[in-house]
């Protein structure tokens, strides 16, 4: 009587048992939740747009079960998009939150703060002998589409004469300052005054935070109903983007090839000098204790009283409502080194 080899039937026992495991796990596994994260600007190493690079680089989204499709605005369609529900996260300057809460009430919220000092600087080439706000006087002040209320509060801090001072719209276009068409123009601090030097010039920068005047920067935003709805997909976007924040400060070489591959054509050496700049300006007392990307209370308000004394906001509003510290809490859960 032959014997009949059971190996056969084991090694398919074996497979059928290893296809049966790997189908379970299969379904264990949650799909991917759908985010498009919108940046408020082109392609470039801004830090909130680099985070958002980083993640998806590094697989950060994908750690946090997140599909994150990430776009750029080309007109300033991005806040629009947000309250129609096309976009789930963007991104703006904080006192556009408080202005936009402001008027038309826009229900926004800001969920972290890059910008721990705002981004707006005032620049003169360094030929020029001016070398404080006084030597303002006498001069031609450019502005890109509205005086700035940070412009104002150093005219008043430093006692200058405003009366002596020709401030003009300008627009956008820094070589109005390079071509002298203006003496003193407001600039975007990590991006302008590269550009003028790479123009070839000197130049003197004024940062109003130097000055005592309250500012903050870049902020993640996104809609109150959103927030309010499904604070999950907040918190695993931060823990995503905040990872990157802090891959991008120990790492910069890296980061700016990955700023890189989405903005191609832009020059190396000015990525790394926005982000360099920006990564200086998300640090503070704040942050060292509580963490990147935080806020307080104590900001917002400071802001929010600096752009109502210079008449900046349309209407008066309970400021607490432009912005929320509760997801980055959840994510740091009280310290800066742990993450949950």
Known sequence: MRSVSRLPLL????????????????????????????????????????????????????????????????????????????????TADAPSVLKRRSDPGLPIVAFALFGQRGQQGFLALKDSGITTPTDWEGRTFGYKVSIPPDYLAIVESQQVERSEVQEVRVGFDPRVLTEGQVDVLAVFKSNEPDTVRRMGFDVTLWDPADFGVPTLGLTYITREELANADSDKVERFLKATMKAVEYARDNREEAVEIVLKYAPEENPE???????????????????????????????????????????????????????????????????????
């Open 11 to 90: 090694i398919a026992l074996i497979i059928l048992s290893a296809l049966l495991t790997f189908a379970a796990a299969a379904c264990a596994q949650p799909e991917p939740e759908s985010v498009v994260f919108m940046a408020g600007y082109k392609p470039q190493a801004n830090l909130p747009f680099a985070a958002a690079y980083i993640a998806q680089e590094k697989g950060y989204f994908e750690e946090q079960g997140l599909d994150v499709e990430i776009r750029h605005a080309s007109s300033g369609e991005h806040l629009q998009l947000l309250m129609s529900g096309d976009v789930d996260f963007t």
């Open 270 to 340: 000015h990525q790394r000098y926005m982000l360099d700049t920006e990564l200086a300006d998300a640090v503070s007392p704040l942050t060292d204790q509580r963490g990147l990307g935080q806020m307080s209370p104590e900001q917002w308000q400071a802001l929010y009283d600096h752009l109502t004394a210079h008449e900046a906001l349309p209407k008066p509003f309970d400021f607490n409502d432009a912005f929320d510290t509760q997801f980055l809490d959840s994510i740091y859960n009280g310290s800066t080194l742990q993450w949950p």
